[in-house]
């Protein structure tokens, strides 16, 4: 039956009055099929995820319940022997997450990593009788632009590629992962007050929504206190300066910044190549970046510039050879005559791939045989685009760089989070990533 205008204006009102309310809700979930708290909804292995319902065990995921008894909270958890999803529907906006791991009768080990792979608990272990109460800090995003009155005045235009990601969907995903998972409760707030750092970028920076591409952007949030700032992400893989702009990325982000909010902002690798969309280093790359720092400001948010990482390009001598020419000097010069922070990821991202060298830098980089993951007929050598262990070295770099610089974000960084000085960086060997099931063989956009 197809609808008058009359009320698909009532059920879209209804549906915005709805979400008005969602946004200011606490959403207390008992994980397990035992007895459930007072005021926790209680959610069992058949909680599928559906829109009528609005949360639920997403993407195919199957999971049983255990029930110890005892507390109401605790006795009881999900769990399974290989990864699941939750989702909850939310509209845009920071929300905290605390969660309750672990197991009265049992040890867990949980890693969690929420919408398109942004890593934000790793390897969280609890012993036999003992809980660990985790809190973490996620931007939920979509692509409608309002304006300060929440009216939808535009779209960001995006690519057909974005629209399987779990992001832009009104959905907070969170992916449960590790050897051991088990999950008791969740509470979910919103966040009014974080600090937002917002992302723009490429394919080096966006949350990769598959394995085993990886960006920095998706490590970032492990390294920072959560509730108190959060990452937003909104790079997308091919873009530049002028695309990310044209597309109304930007227009998304100026819609949703707030005095004392950052933006990262690191192009390079598309902006070189010829075509519509290029910009000349010294001309109209430094304008564009200036612009952009001017809006910022006109806003109250503080603008960061981030040079981009090398490319996998050794010489016969083991030396990084310069394939982004003049664009990082370009970005530094900007930097120095506006009085903006520059995160020098380029000659950090040099001295880490020279520290491990043409052979150990195959593991920074996708470079995997022929048939290592599903669909995968062709071996993957890509010099561009980085593997979980690569781009947690390249995070590593931001955050170290933050803490030189004494940059007002260093206030931001755990405690717990050691120093890194890429000469001598983690060995691979040595790195750990319980892998996420969803797989691509396509490489992203850029190069």
């Known amino acids: 039956m197809k609808l008058s205008r009359y009320t698909y204006c009532l059920i879209t009102l209804c549906l915005l009055i709805t979400a008005k309310e969602q946004f200011g809700q606490v959403y207390k979930f008992d994980f397990g099929s035992g007895k459930s708290a007072p005021g926790y909804i209680q959610i069992t292995p ?14 195919g995921s199957v999971v049983e319940s255990i029930d110890r008894g005892g507390d109401a909270l605790t006795g009881d958890f999900i769990t399974a022997n290989k990864p699941f999803y939750f989702s909850v529907k939310l509209p845009d906006g920071n929300y905290d997450v605390k969660l309750i791991l672990g197991d009265s009768k049992g040890s867990s080990a949980t890693t969690v990593r929420t919408e398109c792979r942004r890593l934000m608990l790793e390897n969280i ?39 399987s990601y779990l992001h832009w969907d009104n959905l907070l995903t969170l992916e449960f992962n590790d050897s051991l998972p088990k999950v008791a409760a969740m ?33 970032f949030p492990r390294f920072l206190i959560p509730s108190k700032v959060v990452i937003a ?38 902006d070189q190549k010829a075509g519509s969309s290029h910009l000349d280093p010294f001309t109209t790359y430094r304008e564009t970046l200036k612009e952009w720092i001017m809006e910022a400001r006109k806003r109250k948010v503080n603008p960061v510039l981030v040079t981009s990482m ?27 005559e506006e009085n903006v922070p520059v995160i020098d990821l380029n000659a950090m991202s040099k001295t880490l791939y020279e520290s491990l060298g043409p052979e150990l830098t ?13 669909n995968q007929p062709e071996a993957f050598k890509d010099n561009t685009h980085f593997t979980p262990y690569g781009a947690t ?14 940059l007002p974000l260093a206030n931001y960084i755990r405690k717990d989070v050691p120093r890194y000085d890429p000469v001598h960086p983690l060995m691979p060997d040595k790195f750990y990533w319980p892998q996420s099931p969803l797989v691509a063989a396509i490489r992203p956009d850029g190069n």
């Open 125 to 163: 272990r609890t012993q036999k009788g003992k809980f660990s109460v985790q809190t973490i800090t996620i931007h939920v995003k979509d692509s409608v632009i309002r304006n300060a009155e929440g009216q939808a005045i535009n779209k960001v235009r995006l690519k057909p590629r974005e629209v």
């Open 310 to 336: 090398n490319r996998r390009t050794f010489d016969s001598s083991g030396h990084i050879t310069n394939s982004l020419l003049e664009y990082p000097e370009a970005m530094r010069q900007t930097g120095r």
């Open 362 to 374: 195959l593991k920074a980089f996708v470079h995997f045989p022929a048939n290592s993951f599903p």
């Open 233 to 270: 992400n909104y790079a997308e893989s091919g873009e530049t300066l002028r695309a990310f702009k044209g597309e109304r990325r930007l227009d998304k982000i100026w819609s949703l910044v707030k005095p004392g909010d950052y933006l990262f902002i690191e192009f390079a690798h598309n």
């Open 46 to 59: 058949q909680s599928v995820f559906n829109y009528k319902i609005g949360y639920g065990f997403d993407q």
């Open 393 to 406: 070295q390249l995070a590593r770099c931001i955050i170290e760089s933050i803490r030189e610089q004494k």
């Open 187 to 219: 509470e979910i707030s919103v966040n009014h007050t974080a600090t937002t750092i917002f992302l723009a970028g490429n394919s080096t920076v966006v949350d990769q929504d598959r394995e085993p591409w990886c960006a920095w952007g998706q490590i």
